[in-house]
């Protein structure tokens, strides 16, 4: 081979590579993270999800690559998340949190597949036609956030057993509160109790909510799930602790931030679910063809520092069932 023609074939590789390495990071899929709570809060839900990709073979930052978009508790922004998303051109779109985060992603596309995690009947909120074959570009995670209401109730009303009434803090927005406030109701009313709804969706709403306890006072009180509730854990703690209610939440960060009781569907099984349906789907699976899956894991946590300070004695056979006790 000539000089010259052996530099110009030297000439070409260099020039190829480039094009090579561009093709090669391209083809790494992007998966879409739309949340209604913040990177905070989402992590150990996020680390969860990981685990279910990597048992598919994607790793973050080896073959597949992450988008996150966070409506940091303000669900108006679901649609203007969901839309930028969609214009990124993910592969895959992960939605969690209130039921609208997931509804905003199926209203901006029809074709990207969507992985959801809702505590709100998905064919009843619209998502799915079908818990089976659910049909279209969407599948997910039902963990049936409504069926704690009762139970967690009853598991205050055990650990306080005196009382009579009860205030129900709810956020008016989510999509899931009047489902779950007619469970309040009829729970209550089975175990003899007098329910005081309490609504907010911001953060001076909160500090409003828990004002009306000193002219309408009230023995226990019950937090429902949400995801604006879980970004201000620590404000709602700090709360119940200065007014002194004894209160069950139903996201284990609370009784971490000096919560006293929590009774949660498990997060851990139901995003980790999210990120094997996310590796399937990169593999080439129908989100149509993935059956809903059920997450029934509950998971009970108590905190004994906070109910040393309400002056309430845990019953042995509360302690027995806690997976989690802080000390």
Same mark, same amino acid.
């Given at each position: 081979?000539?000089?010259?023609?052996?530099?110009?074939?030297?000439?070409?590789?260099? =020039?190829?590579?480039?094009?090579?390495?561009?093709?090669?990071?391209?083809?790494?899929? =992007?998966?879409?993270?739309?949340?209604?709570? !913040?990177?905070?809060?989402?992590?150990?839900?996020?680390?969860?999800?990981?685990?279910?990709?990597?048992? !598919?073979?994607?790793?973050?930052?080896?073959?597949?690559?992450?988008?996150?978009?966070?409506?940091?508790?303000?669900?108006?922004?679901?649609?203007?998340?969901?839309?930028?998303?969609?214009?990124?051109?993910?592969?895959?779109?992960?939605?969690?949190?209130?039921?609208?985060? &997931?509804?905003?992603?199926?209203?901006?596309?029809?074709?990207?597949?969507?992985?959801?995690?809702?505590?709100?009947?998905?064919?009843?909120?619209?998502?799915?036609?079908?818990?089976?074959?659910?049909?279209?570009?969407?599948?997910?995670?039902?963990?049936?956030?409504?069926?704690?209401?009762?139970?967690?109730?009853?598991?205050?009303?055990?650990?306080?057993?005196?009382?009579?009434?009860?205030?129900?803090?709810?956020?008016?927005?989510? &999509?899931?509160?009047?489902?779950?406030?007619?469970?309040?109701?009829? &729970?209550?009313?089975?175990?003899?109790?007098?329910?005081?709804?309490?609504?907010?969706? !911001?953060?001076?709403?909160?500090?409003?909510?828990?004002?009306?306890?000193? &002219?309408?006072?009230?023995?226990?009180?019950?937090?429902?799930?949400?995801?604006?509730?879980?970004?201000?854990?620590?404000?709602?703690?700090?709360?119940?602790?200065?007014?002194?209610?004894?209160?069950?939440?139903?996201?284990?960060?609370?009784?971490?931030?000096?919560?006293?009781?929590?009774?949660?569907?498990?997060?851990?099984?139901?995003?980790?679910?999210?990120?094997?349906?996310?590796?399937?789907?990169?593999?080439?699976?129908?989100?149509?063809?993935?059956?809903?899956?059920?997450?029934?894991?509950?998971?009970?946590?108590?905190?004994?520092?906070?109910?040393?300070?309400?002056?309430?004695?845990?019953?042995?056979?509360?302690?027995?069932?806690?997976?989690?006790?802080?000390?």
């Amino acid at each position: 081979m000539r000089r010259r023609d052996f530099i110009t074939l030297l000439g070409g590789v260099a =020039v190829s590579w480039p094009h090579v390495a561009r093709a090669q990071q391209a083809a790494v899929p =992007v998966i879409g993270y739309l949340s209604s709570r !913040t990177a905070e809060t989402d992590e150990p839900m996020l680390e969860a999800v990981r685990q279910g990709l990597g048992s !598919t073979g994607y790793v973050e930052g080896h073959n597949v690559t992450f988008e996150y978009r966070f409506a940091d508790g303000d669900y108006n922004r679901h649609a203007a998340l969901a839309t930028d998303l969609v214009h990124r051109q993910v592969a895959v779109i992960l939605s969690a949190g209130d039921q609208s985060a &997931s509804l905003a992603a199926k209203a901006a596309t029809s074709s990207i597949p969507i992985v959801f995690n809702t505590g709100v009947d998905p064919v009843q909120g619209g998502l799915v036609a079908r818990i089976n074959r659910p049909g279209g570009n969407v599948t997910g995670v039902f963990s049936q956030a409504t069926s704690l209401v009762g139970k967690s109730m009853s598991l205050l009303r055990e650990l306080v057993p005196g009382a009579k009434t009860i205030a129900v803090l709810d956020n008016p927005t989510n &999509s899931g509160a009047a489902q779950r406030m007619k469970e309040a109701d009829e &729970s209550a009313a089975a175990l003899g109790l007098q329910v005081r709804l309490l609504a907010a969706s !911001t953060e001076s709403g909160i500090d409003t909510a828990f004002a009306t306890l000193v &002219s309408e006072p009230a023995d226990i009180m019950q937090v429902m799930v949400d995801g604006f509730f879980l970004t201000r854990a620590r404000q709602i703690v700090t709360l119940a602790a200065r007014y002194a209610i004894p209160t069950i939440y139903m996201r284990l960060q609370f009784a971490e931030a000096g919560g006293l009781i929590v009774y949660e569907n498990a997060p851990s099984y139901g995003y980790r679910q999210m990120g094997i349906y996310a590796g399937r789907i990169l593999k080439g699976q129908k989100p149509g063809d993935l059956p809903i899956v059920l997450s029934d894991k509950f998971e009970m946590g108590i905190n004994l520092k906070t109910a040393k300070a309400l002056g309430l004695a845990v019953p042995p056979t509360l302690l027995a069932l806690a997976d989690k006790v802080i000390e």
